[in-house]
């Protein structure tokens, strides 16, 4: 068995088929900050762990800048897990403006959504 590293992204903490996307967008609510949209919704797992999706369309860029775009999301979701709350399913979907985004303005904005979801779950 292998050990699980405390800052790994398997996929039991991914969103991966398009019917859980559709629930948290038909049905979550929705925080916005800088170049980034969250949308979330608490998902009642047994497990209790927080579940995040990406979503970053071709307008944000061609596959080059989309992927750049995705690897920051997942980064910051990845290194900073531990400070949002536990069992949500959010969607990150970036907006046009991630593509010139430089880092900070992706720390800000992901501590803006986190500020956001502490204080509408307080734990």
Known sequence: MATRRPNAFPKSLRLRSRREFLIVQDTGAKVTADCVLALFKPNGRPDC???????????????????????????????RRSELPRGLDMVLIARNSAATAEWPV??????????????????
């Open 49 to 79: 762990e927080t579940r995040v999706g990406l979503t970053v369309s071709s307008k944000v860029g061609n596959a080059v800048v989309r992927n750049r775009v995705r690897r920051k999301l997942r980064e910051l979701f990845r290194t």
């Open 106 to 123: 992706f720390v800000r904005a992901f501590e803006r959504v986190v500020a956001e979801l502490k204080r509408r779950f307080p734990s």
